[in-house]
Protein backbone atom coordinates (compact mmCIF):
# COMPACT_ATOMS: atom_id res chain seq x y z
CA UNK A 1 0.00 0.00 0.00
CA UNK A 2 1.39 3.23 -1.17
CA UNK A 3 2.12 5.36 2.26
CA UNK A 4 0.43 8.87 3.19
CA UNK A 5 2.95 11.18 4.49
CA UNK A 6 1.59 14.35 5.74
CA UNK A 7 3.99 17.52 7.13
CA UNK A 8 3.30 18.78 10.45
CA UNK A 9 4.60 22.09 11.69
CA UNK A 10 3.36 22.00 15.40
CA UNK A 11 2.49 19.03 17.66
CA UNK A 12 -1.02 20.22 18.26
CA UNK A 13 -1.45 18.90 14.46
CA UNK A 14 -0.33 15.13 15.35
CA UNK A 15 -3.45 13.86 16.64
CA UNK A 16 -5.58 15.68 13.26
CA UNK A 17 -2.94 14.04 10.49
CA UNK A 18 -3.13 10.82 12.89
CA UNK A 19 -6.63 10.30 12.84
CA UNK A 20 -7.04 11.30 9.55
CA UNK A 21 -5.04 7.91 8.05
CA UNK A 22 -1.08 9.70 7.75
CA UNK A 23 1.32 7.01 7.26
CA UNK A 24 4.20 9.05 8.31
CA UNK A 25 4.17 12.38 10.39
CA UNK A 26 6.78 14.75 9.06
CA UNK A 27 7.71 17.02 11.11
CA UNK A 28 9.13 20.25 9.72
CA UNK A 29 8.86 24.44 9.43
CA UNK A 30 7.49 25.43 6.68
CA UNK A 31 8.95 29.20 7.50
CA UNK A 32 12.35 27.91 6.82
CA UNK A 33 12.03 26.57 3.53
CA UNK A 34 10.61 23.79 1.28
CA UNK A 35 12.13 21.22 4.35
CA UNK A 36 12.40 23.50 6.92
CA UNK A 37 14.23 22.41 10.12
CA UNK A 38 11.95 22.09 12.96
CA UNK A 39 12.49 23.08 16.70
CA UNK A 40 14.23 20.36 18.81
CA UNK A 41 10.89 20.45 21.40
CA UNK A 42 8.66 20.42 18.65
CA UNK A 43 10.53 17.20 17.07
CA UNK A 44 10.92 16.14 20.62
CA UNK A 45 7.10 16.37 21.78
CA UNK A 46 5.86 15.07 18.24
CA UNK A 47 7.85 11.56 18.48
CA UNK A 48 6.94 11.54 22.30
CA UNK A 49 3.08 11.89 21.14
CA UNK A 50 4.00 8.92 18.49
CA UNK A 51 5.14 7.04 21.45
CA UNK A 52 1.93 7.39 23.70
CA UNK A 53 0.14 5.98 21.11
CA UNK A 54 2.01 3.16 20.38
CA UNK A 55 0.71 2.63 17.50
CA UNK A 56 3.97 0.80 15.57
CA UNK A 57 2.56 1.36 12.06
CA UNK A 58 2.70 5.31 12.73
CA UNK A 59 6.16 6.71 11.33
CA UNK A 60 7.81 10.20 11.72
CA UNK A 61 10.04 11.88 9.77
CA UNK A 62 11.83 14.74 10.52
CA UNK A 63 13.38 17.55 7.96
CA UNK A 64 16.58 19.10 8.38
CA UNK A 65 16.55 21.67 5.69
CA UNK A 66 17.46 22.54 2.10
CA UNK A 67 21.29 22.17 2.22
CA UNK A 68 23.56 24.07 -0.15
CA UNK A 69 26.81 23.18 1.05
CA UNK A 70 27.98 20.46 3.88
CA UNK A 71 28.55 21.65 7.44
CA UNK A 72 29.69 20.16 10.68
CA UNK A 73 26.51 20.67 12.53
CA UNK A 74 24.01 18.28 9.79
CA UNK A 75 26.08 15.76 11.86
CA UNK A 76 25.07 16.67 15.19
CA UNK A 77 21.20 17.35 13.90
CA UNK A 78 21.18 13.72 12.20
CA UNK A 79 22.21 12.38 15.25
CA UNK A 80 19.66 14.46 17.72
CA UNK A 81 16.91 12.87 15.04
CA UNK A 82 18.31 9.32 15.47
CA UNK A 83 18.50 9.56 19.21
CA UNK A 84 15.10 10.53 19.36
CA UNK A 85 13.73 7.86 17.45
CA UNK A 86 13.02 9.29 14.22
CA UNK A 87 12.37 6.96 11.38
CA UNK A 88 13.19 8.98 8.31
CA UNK A 89 15.80 11.96 8.32
CA UNK A 90 15.12 14.15 5.16
CA UNK A 91 18.34 15.83 3.27
CA UNK A 92 17.14 18.55 0.53
CA UNK A 93 20.17 18.68 -1.88
CA UNK A 94 19.96 22.21 -2.91
CA UNK A 95 23.52 22.23 -4.02
CA UNK A 96 25.18 22.19 -8.09
CA UNK A 97 28.20 20.40 -6.74
CA UNK A 98 28.31 16.34 -7.02
CA UNK A 99 30.66 15.80 -5.08
CA UNK A 100 29.14 17.91 -2.46
CA UNK A 101 26.14 16.40 -2.06
CA UNK A 102 27.74 12.84 -1.53
CA UNK A 103 29.94 14.33 1.25
CA UNK A 104 26.33 15.59 2.77
CA UNK A 105 25.19 11.95 1.94
CA UNK A 106 28.31 10.33 2.86
CA UNK A 107 28.45 11.46 6.77
CA UNK A 108 24.81 11.39 7.51
CA UNK A 109 24.09 7.82 6.01
CA UNK A 110 27.83 7.50 8.42
CA UNK A 111 25.93 8.83 11.33
CA UNK A 112 22.13 7.19 11.16
CA UNK A 113 23.88 3.82 10.62
CA UNK A 114 23.98 3.63 14.38
CA UNK A 115 20.23 4.35 14.59
CA UNK A 116 17.43 2.40 13.13
CA UNK A 117 16.96 5.88 10.81
CA UNK A 118 16.73 5.72 7.45
CA UNK A 119 18.46 8.44 5.03
CA UNK A 120 16.37 10.19 2.68
CA UNK A 121 18.12 12.20 -0.11
CA UNK A 122 15.35 15.14 -1.74
CA UNK A 123 16.07 16.19 -5.14
CA UNK A 124 13.83 19.60 -6.58
CA UNK A 125 11.56 19.22 -9.30
CA UNK A 126 12.16 23.05 -9.92
CA UNK A 127 16.27 22.24 -9.80
CA UNK A 128 16.64 25.05 -12.26
CA UNK A 129 14.82 27.46 -10.07
CA UNK A 130 16.79 26.18 -6.90
CA UNK A 131 20.22 25.87 -8.63
CA UNK A 132 20.51 22.21 -7.71
CA UNK A 133 20.96 18.57 -8.90
CA UNK A 134 17.95 17.60 -10.86
CA UNK A 135 16.01 14.76 -8.90
CA UNK A 136 17.60 11.81 -10.89
CA UNK A 137 21.32 12.29 -9.90
CA UNK A 138 20.48 12.98 -6.80
CA UNK A 139 18.68 9.38 -7.19
CA UNK A 140 21.89 8.08 -8.04
CA UNK A 141 24.17 10.23 -5.24
CA UNK A 142 21.34 7.97 -3.32
CA UNK A 143 22.92 4.55 -4.41
CA UNK A 144 26.08 6.05 -3.83
CA UNK A 145 25.83 6.53 -0.61
CA UNK A 146 23.40 3.94 0.70
CA UNK A 147 20.32 5.87 1.34
CA UNK A 148 17.36 4.07 2.20
CA UNK A 149 14.90 6.85 0.20
CA UNK A 150 14.93 9.14 -2.85
CA UNK A 151 11.73 11.61 -2.76
CA UNK A 152 11.30 14.51 -5.06
CA UNK A 153 9.95 17.96 -3.60
CA UNK A 154 9.85 21.79 -5.22
CA UNK A 155 12.13 24.02 -3.59
CA UNK A 156 10.05 27.37 -4.38
CA UNK A 157 6.64 26.81 -2.98
CA UNK A 158 4.53 29.06 -4.86
CA UNK A 159 1.79 26.66 -6.13
CA UNK A 160 3.65 25.24 -8.85
CA UNK A 161 3.66 21.50 -8.25
CA UNK A 162 6.39 19.14 -9.25
CA UNK A 163 4.07 17.81 -12.05
CA UNK A 164 4.76 21.44 -13.58
CA UNK A 165 7.71 20.88 -13.41
CA UNK A 166 8.78 17.05 -14.86
CA UNK A 167 7.13 14.78 -17.10
CA UNK A 168 5.77 11.81 -16.69
CA UNK A 169 8.58 10.17 -18.32
CA UNK A 170 10.91 11.39 -15.81
CA UNK A 171 8.83 10.51 -12.94
CA UNK A 172 8.72 7.05 -14.43
CA UNK A 173 12.03 6.69 -14.86
CA UNK A 174 12.94 7.98 -11.70
CA UNK A 175 10.21 5.22 -10.02
CA UNK A 176 12.20 2.45 -12.18
CA UNK A 177 15.50 3.43 -11.19
CA UNK A 178 15.03 4.04 -7.53
CA UNK A 179 13.22 0.31 -7.03
CA UNK A 180 15.53 -1.13 -9.35
CA UNK A 181 18.15 0.05 -6.54
CA UNK A 182 15.78 -1.41 -3.52
CA UNK A 183 15.02 2.75 -2.85
CA UNK A 184 12.22 3.45 -1.88
CA UNK A 185 11.04 6.07 -4.32
CA UNK A 186 8.52 9.24 -2.68
CA UNK A 187 6.82 12.49 -4.20
CA UNK A 188 5.64 15.35 -2.57
CA UNK A 189 5.50 19.19 -4.35
CA UNK A 190 2.66 20.93 -3.48
CA UNK A 191 0.55 18.18 -4.94
CA UNK A 192 -3.27 17.80 -4.70
CA UNK A 193 -5.64 15.46 -4.16
CA UNK A 194 -6.17 14.90 -8.24
CA UNK A 195 -2.35 14.07 -8.06
CA UNK A 196 -2.72 11.22 -6.07
CA UNK A 197 -4.24 9.06 -9.18
CA UNK A 198 -0.79 9.94 -10.89
CA UNK A 199 1.62 9.25 -8.15
CA UNK A 200 0.35 5.45 -7.81
CA UNK A 201 -0.40 4.90 -11.01
CA UNK A 202 4.02 5.80 -11.65
CA UNK A 203 4.74 3.62 -8.82
CA UNK A 204 5.76 5.77 -6.04
CA UNK A 205 5.44 4.25 -2.62
CA UNK A 206 5.01 7.74 -0.27
CA UNK A 207 3.00 10.40 -1.49
CA UNK A 208 3.43 13.22 0.65
CA UNK A 209 1.12 16.64 1.42
CA UNK A 210 1.16 20.07 3.24
CA UNK A 211 -0.73 22.44 1.88
CA UNK A 212 -3.69 20.55 0.34
CA UNK A 213 -4.45 19.03 3.91
CA UNK A 214 -4.38 22.53 5.85
CA UNK A 215 -7.43 24.73 6.40
CA UNK A 216 -5.55 27.85 5.05
CA UNK A 217 -3.16 27.08 2.80
CA UNK A 218 0.76 26.11 3.85
CA UNK A 219 0.77 28.08 6.48
CA UNK A 220 -2.68 27.15 8.14
CA UNK A 221 -3.53 24.02 9.93
CA UNK A 222 -3.86 20.52 9.30
CA UNK A 223 -7.14 19.64 8.87
CA UNK A 224 -8.16 15.74 9.90
CA UNK A 225 -11.37 15.70 6.99
CA UNK A 226 -8.69 16.73 4.38
CA UNK A 227 -6.45 13.98 5.59
CA UNK A 228 -9.31 11.23 5.61
CA UNK A 229 -9.80 12.33 1.65
CA UNK A 230 -6.09 12.46 0.52
CA UNK A 231 -5.81 8.66 2.26
CA UNK A 232 -9.36 7.46 0.88
CA UNK A 233 -8.01 8.79 -2.62
CA UNK A 234 -5.01 6.68 -2.06
CA UNK A 235 -6.78 3.91 -1.25
CA UNK A 236 -9.18 3.83 -4.30
CA UNK A 237 -6.63 4.68 -6.61
CA UNK A 238 -5.25 1.04 -7.61
CA UNK A 239 -8.90 -0.05 -8.03
CA UNK A 240 -9.07 2.73 -10.89
CA UNK A 241 -5.98 2.04 -12.49
Do not use: Q, W
Not at 36 to 65: F, T
Amino acid sequence: MVKLLVSIKHPSEFESAVHGGADIIDVKEPSRGSLGLPDYNVLREVIEKAKKLNMIEIEVSCASGDIKKFKPYLEYIAYTAGSLGVNYFKVGIAMRSLDEARIVGLKLSDVLKSFNTKLVLVGYADYERAESIEPLRVLDIAKSVEANVAMIDTYVKDGKTTFDFLTRSYLETFVKDAHKSGLVAAIAGSLRKHHVFDAVKLGFDVIGFRGAVCAGGREGTISEELVKELKRAIITAPKMI
